[in-house]
Nanobody
Framework: VLLVESGGGLVQAGDSLRLSCAAS????????MGWFRQAPGKEREFVAS????????YYSDSEKGRFSISRDNAKNSVYLQMNDLKAEDTAVYYC??????????????????WGQGTQVTVSS
């Protein structure tokens, strides 16, 4: 499967953004999809995940309540709605996938397919 992210940009603190991750090559049934981010000089960190078949979602504690992950079966796409953005949300955001519903979803090493990333910059 090939993943392509879009929707990043430069916004002000308090604004919202919706990131998209379009998958091609196969349907995502049975997959776990994740969003991660990486700021300069920092390790890649978990943001949110969704199990495609059940729709079960899981969030990092720091983003819970502000971010929302969702999927669209017809478009074979995953989304990350980000509200009330803060300067510390500035990072490259990556979409990730693994063809199993089981595993350590917060560990980047769990996923075997990654998109190219999309930059999100939040000015304060």
């Amino acid at each position: 499967v090939l993943l392509v992210e879009s929707g990043g940009g430069l916004v002000q603190a308090g604004d919202s953004l919706r990131l998209s991750c379009a998958a091609s090559g196969r349907t995502l049934s049975g997959y776990t999809m994740g969003w991660f981010r990486q700021a300069p000089g920092k390790e890649r960190e978990f943001v949110a995940s969704i199990r495609w078949t059940t729709g079960f979602t899981y969030y990092s504690d720091s983003e819970k309540g502000r971010f929302s992950i969702s999927r669209d079966n017809a478009k074979n796409s995953v989304y990350l709605q980000m509200n009330d953005l803060k300067a510390e949300d500035t990072a490259v955001y990556y979409c990730a996938a693994i063809r199993t519903p089981f595993g350590n979803i917060v560990n980047p090493g769990f996923y075997d397919t990654w998109g190219q990333g999309t930059q999100v910059t939040v000015s304060s």
